[in-house]
C-alpha cells in the first residue's frame, strides 16, 4: 500500500495525510464492499441477527443518519421560513450533510432488508397504515427536494460552464428554494416522528409503547442534526485552513442546539419519570428489570445517552468559556452524536431483547436468552456505509462551492 | 415603535379593526375546523371509524371478518400432554425447519404449582399488528379470518416479526438446503419451501382449507381439510372449525367452556381460543 500511494501521491501532490485519509476510506470502502458482497449472495443469514432480535446495528445506523441529517431541513426552515437570513451561508452545507445522511441511510436499509431486489414495493403496494410506508415515501420525497435544492451549488461546477441553459435552469430552481423549504419541513417533521412512532404504536413491547416516543426522535433530531452540521463546518474550516462559515453564525447554531438539547433532556426525565417512577405498569417494570439485569443498559443510557449525548454538549454550547472555542464545539457536536448513536441503539435493541410476555404460566427468564452483539460482517457494512459518508463529504468539499452564497453563484 | 414613547401616552386605545377580509379569514378558518373535526371524529377519515358501535360494545365470535367463515382453533391446555406432535406435524407438512417452527410447545406452570404445557400455533388475529405495520401488504387477514403471507411481495424488512405480540413469525436468514428430518414420518411437505430473505409464519394449513372448500369437504370435521396439528394430536386437545357456524365444535366449545385469548387487553382479537387447565393458568 505505501509503497505504490508514495509515487502517485507526489505526481498528484497529495500531502501524505490526505494520502492516509484517502488509503482510510479506501479500506472502509473496500471492506464495507466485500461484506455487501457476501451478504447479497449469502443472505442476512451471516449477520448475528436472529428470529428475537431481527433488528440490530444496522437499523440504528439508519435511524442515526437520518437524525443526524436533520440540519437541512431545520436550517432551511430556518432561512427561507422563519427569515433569519444571517444563517444562508451554513445553508448548503446543512443540505449536503443532509442528503449524505440520507442516502447512507437508504443505503443501509438497502442491505438490511431480506429482498433488495423488491426495493421499491412501497412504492407500488401501499399499506397507507403503515408507519414504515409512511416513512418510505417521505425520505424518498425528501431525498428528491434535497436534490432539486443542491441542484444550483452542482451547476456552479466548472463542468457546467459549456451548458449555461443546464446551469440558468438550476439557478431558476433556487427560487423556489422557501416553497422547498416548507415542503421539505413538512416532510421531515412527518417522518423524523415517525421513526420513533415506529416503535411508539407497538402494543405488544410495554417499553416502546408510549406517546413520547416520537417526541423524544424528533427534538433530538433537530437538536443535533444542526450541530453535526456546524461541527462539519469546523472540521472543514481545520483540514483547509479556509474560512468555511463565518463562526457567530456556527456558534449561533451551537447555543441553539443547546438549549434544544435541555428541552431533549426535559422531555426525557418526564418520560423516564412516568414510566418507571410514576408508572409501574407491571410489563415495563419486568422489561426495565431485564435489562438492568442482563444487559448494560443503565450504562448506556446514563453515561452514553444522557452525560455524553446530553449533558457535556449542553455544557459545551451554552457556556461562554467553552462555546467561544471552537474545539469544545466540535467536541460537543461530535458527543452529542454519540449520543443520538446510542439513544437510537438502546431503544432498537433493549426493545427487542427483552422477550414478549404474552404466554401464560411460562417463565420468562427460562426464554431469555436473546443477546445480541453484531459480528464481524455487520460491523464491515457499517464501516463500509460510514466510509461511504465521509467519501462523499471529501468529495464536496474538494470539488463543490460549498461555501459560496448563491448571490456569487449568480454569473 | 410604541416602546419608543412608553411616558406620553400612558393609555393606548386598543382599537379591535374588523376588515371584510380579516372576517371572511376568520369565519373560513371556524368553518373548517368545523369540517375537520367532524370529518375526524365521524367520517369515513377518522382514525376511530373502524371502531363499530357493536365491537366497543363487546365481542360476539366471528363477528368481524365479512366472509362467510372465519376459522379458529380452540387448544385445551387440560389435555394437551406435551407430546409436541403438533410441532413436528405442522413442520413435516409445510415443511418448516424444525429448529425454528411455527407451532411451538412450552412447559408451563400454574399459579398452585402444577405443570401443564403450553402449544401455539399462528393465532391469525383479526386486528392484527403484523398486517397493521407491514410497508407493502405482504401480509393480511383474508375473509375468512386467516392471516397469510404473499411471499412474493415481503421485502423482508421484518417488521412484522417485531410487532408481532406472540412470538409468531419467522424470517428465511439464508437459503435453506437442509433435509427436513420430519419428513416423511411426520407427513409429506405440501407447500414450497419459502425463498430466502422473506419472512413466513402459521397458515392454518390454508392451502388445505382452501382445496378441501372446492371438494366439498368442511374444515375442521374432513382430515383433508383440517391443519395438520389439529389431526395429529393424540389427545384431541386442538380442534379447529368455523367460528361463525353456532354447530361446529368449536363454536360450542368456546360457548360452553371458559375460555381465553392470549393477551386479550392488546385488542389483537385471535381466533385462537384457549381452554385453561383445571387449576388455572
Not at chain 1, 46 to 72: E, F, H, M, Q, R
Request: one cysteine or more; charged letters at 15%.
Amino acid at each position: 500500500m505505501a509503497t505504490s500511494t508514495a509515487p502517485i501521491s507526489r505526481r498528484l501532490s497529495i500531502s501524505p495525510r490526505a494520502g492516509g485519509w484517502l488509503g482510510f476510506l479506501g479500506l472502509a470502502l473496500l471492506a464495507g464492499l466485500t461484506a455487501a458482497i457476501l451478504v447479497f449472495a449469502r443472505g442476512l443469514i451471516l449477520t448475528n441477527l436472529s428470529n428475537g432480535v431481527p433488528w440490530g446495528l444496522w437499523i440504528t445506523i439508519d435511524l442515526s443518519a437520518i437524525a443526524l441529517g436533520a440540519g437541512a431541513f431545520t436550517l432551511s426552515a430556518v432561512v427561507y421560513l422563519f427569515g433569519l437570513k444571517r444563517l444562508q451561508p451554513i445553508v448548503r452545507l446543512a443540505v449536503f450533510v443532509g442528503f449524505i445522511g440520507y442516502t447512507t441511510a437508504l443505503l443501509t436499509l438497502v442491505m438490511d432488508i431480506g429482498r433488495p431486489d423488491r426495493f421499491w414495493h412501497p412504492w407500488v403496494y401501499w399499506n397507507i397504515h403503515s408507519v414504515l410506508w409512511e416513512i418510505t415515501w417521505c425520505i424518498t420525497i425528501y431525498l428528491a427536494i434535497l436534490i432539486v435544492e443542491f441542484l444550483p451549488v452542482i451547476a456552479e461546477l466548472k463542468f457546467f460552464d459549456r451548458y449555461p441553459k443546464l446551469r440558468a435552469l438550476a439557478h431558476r430552481i433556487h427560487g423556489a428554494a422557501p416553497v422547498l423549504a416548507v415542503l421539505g419541513l413538512l416532510i421531515s417533521l412527518l417522518h423524523q416522528s415517525s421513526l420513533g412512532a415506529t416503535y411508539g404504536i407497538l402494543r405488544s413491547r410495554p417499553i416502546w409503547f408510549k406517546p413520547s416516543m416520537p417526541i423524544m426522535f424528533i427534538i433530538s433530531a433537530v437538536a443535533v442534526g444542526p450541530a453535526v452540521t456546524m461541527g462539519v463546518a469546523f472540521v472543514i474550516e481545520w483540514i483547509r485552513r479556509k474560512a468555511t462559515v463565518p463562526h457567530d453564525i456556527l456558534r449561533l447554531i451551537a447555543r441553539a442546539s443547546g438549549l434544544a438539547l435541555l428541552l431533549y433532556a426535559y422531555i426525557k426525565f418526564w418520560d423516564l419519570a412516568a414510566v418507571t417512577y410514576y408508572g409501574r405498569t407491571p410489563g415495563s417494570d419486568q422489561a426495565f428489570s431485564i435489562l438492568r439485569n442482563f444487559t448494560p443498559y443503565g450504562f448506556g443510557f446514563w453515561v452514553g445517552e444522557i452525560v455524553i449525548g446530553i449533558l457535556l454538549p449542553v455544557l459545551f454550547f451554552l457556556m461562554p468559556r467553552f462555546n467561544r472555542r471552537p474545539g469544545y464545539l466540535v467536541l460537543g457536536a461530535f458527543l452529542a452524536m454519540v449520543g443520538v448513536v446510542f439513544n437510537r441503539w438502546n431503544v432498537t435493541v433493549s426493545g427487542l431483547v427483552v422477550p414478549l410476555d404474552y404466554a401464560p404460566g411460562v417463565d420468562l427468564s427460562t426464554v431469555l436468552a436473546k443477546p445480541y452483539i453484531p459480528n464481524l460482517t455487520e460491523w464491515a457494512i457499517a464501516l463500509g456505509v460510514v466510509g461511504y459518508a465521509l467519501t462523499l463529504l471529501t468529495l464536496g468539499v474538494r470539488y463543490l462551492p460549498l461555501f459560496r452564497s448563491p448571490e456569487e453563484g449568480k454569473h | 415603535m410604541s416602546q419608543q414613547t412608553p411616558g406620553k401616552k400612558r393609555k393606548q386605545k386598543v382599537r379591535l379593526e374588523l376588515t371584510r377580509r380579516d372576517f371572511l379569514t376568520l369565519a373560513a378558518t371556524a368553518a373548517g375546523s368545523a369540517v375537520a373535526a367532524q370529518a375526524l371524529t365521524t367520517g369515513p377519515l377518522s382514525p376511530f371509524s373502524s371502531f363499530k358501535q357493536s365491537q366497543l360494545a363487546g365481542e360476539e365470535i366471528g363477528g368481524h371478518t365479512t366472509g362467510r367463515h372465519q376459522w379458529g382453533m380452540v387448544i385445551n391446555l387440560d389435555t394437551c400432554i406435551g407430546c409436541d406432535y403438533c410441532q413436528r406435524a405442522c413442520s413435516a407438512t409445510n415443511d418448516v425447519a424444525p429448529e425454528v417452527p411455527w407451532n411451538i410447545v412450552q412447559e408451563a406452570e400454574s399459579a398452585s404449582g402444577r405443570r401443564y404445557f403450553f402449544s401455539r400455533p399462528c393465532l391469525h388475529c383479526q386486528h392484527a399488528p403484523c398486517v397493521e405495520v407491514c410497508p407493502v401488504q405482504a401480509t393480511y387477514v383474508r375473509e375468512d379470518g386467516v392471516v397469510i403471507m404473499d411471499y412474493d411481495r415481503c421485502i423482508g424488512c421484518r417488521y412484522c416479526m417485531v410487532a408481532c405480540p406472540y412470538d409468531a413469525r419467522r424470517f428465511n436468514w439464508g437459503e435453506r438446503e437442509d433435509v427436513n428430518a420430519f419428513v416423511p414420518t411426520w407427513g409429506i411437505a405440501e407447500v414450497e419451501r419459502r425463498p430466502r430473505g422473506v419472512v413466513e409464519k402459521c397458515t392454518f394449513c390454508v392451502h388445505r382449507i382452501d382445496a378441501g372448500l372446492a371438494n366439498g369437504l368442511v374444515p375442521g370435521v374432513d382430515p383433508e381439510a383440517t391443519p395438520a396439528c389439529v389431526n395429529i394430536c393424540p389427545v384431541d386437545a386442538r380442534v379447529f372449525g368455523d367460528l361463525k357456524d353456532p354447530e361446529s365444535r368449536v363454536a360450542k366449545l368456546i360457548e360452553n367452556s371458559a375460555t381465553f385469548r392470549l393477551r386479550e387487553e392488546l385488542g389483537t382479537r385471535p381466533s385462537v381460543y384457549y381452554i385453561p387447565p383445571k387449576e388455572g393458568v
